[in-house]
């Protein structure tokens, strides 16, 4: 009953930037696990960046550096700012939390968001 709702993408120059946001139906100030995945045509899923509850972040290895990942408790929500974007970043990007319980575990899925590097 979990549901988050993405917006932000759209079509960037390649050098330009984007920000990404992710807005829960519910506070995430106790979730273990926020990031953001994405998947490129023809390609597997892969995680871009994560957020975890003990403040760690880690990123991609072809977005360190240029890809920020942030949080804000008080908006129920998460952000993926990204910079110099480059034409290879061209993928839908999904946000996604998890929640860990003693007796189980809650995973949910934002719907997608296109974003497109293109000249």
């Known amino acids: 009953q979990v549901h988050l709702v993405e917006s932000g993408g759209g079509l960037v120059q390649p050098g330009g930037s984007l920000t990404l946001s992710c807005a829960a139906s519910?506070?995430?100030?106790?979730?273990?696990?926020l990031a953001w995945y994405r998947q490129a045509p023809g390609k597997d899923r892969e995680l871009v960046a994560r957020?975890?509850?003990?403040?760690?972040?880690n990123y991609a290895d072809s977005v360190k550096g240029r890809f920020t990942i942030s949080r804000d408790n008080s908006q129920n929500a998460f952000y993926l700012q990204m910079d110099d974007l480059r034409p290879e970043d061209t993928a839908v990007y999904y946000c996604?939390?998890?929640?860990?319980?003693?007796?189980?575990?809650?995973?949910?899925w934002g719907q997608g968001t296109q974003v497109t590097v293109s000249s």
């Open positions: 519910t506070s995430i100030s106790r979730a273990n696990v």
């Open positions: 996604y939390a998890l929640w860990v319980a003693v007796l189980n575990r809650d995973e949910f």
């Open positions: 957020v975890s509850s003990s403040r760690t972040k």
